[in-house]
């Protein structure tokens, strides 16, 4: 992956920091308890901010990709889900 890749996505994450509650969209979450990559504490910190319709869910036994895990199949059938039976986002 490009350099710039990682710089653009730091970039996003500063410019977001503080501005949770404007964040209206919803939001469904799949987080590594031991994530040796994402701060997990400061991540379900920030989510809890979020006011629009959230699933959020903390793994354990998992690494940080998650694709690569062996219930990714489950992991991608309750995203669509989420997706199909989200509220639309708040305003």
Do not use: M, Q
């Amino acid at each position: 992956i490009p350099f710039c890749v990682y710089r653009a996505l730091f970039a996003l994450i500063r410019s977001n920091r503080g501005r949770a509650a404007e964040l209206g969209c919803p939001v469904c979450a799949f987080l590594s308890a031991r994530d040796a990559v994402v701060d997990t504490p400061a991540a379900l910190r920030w989510l809890d901010g979020c006011r629009g319709a959230k699933r959020v869910r903390v793994l354990d036994g998992v690494g940080h990709v998650l694709p690569l895990e062996a219930c990714w199949r489950e992991l991608a059938d309750e995203l669509a889900d989420f997706v199909r039976t989200a509220p639309p986002a708040r305003r």
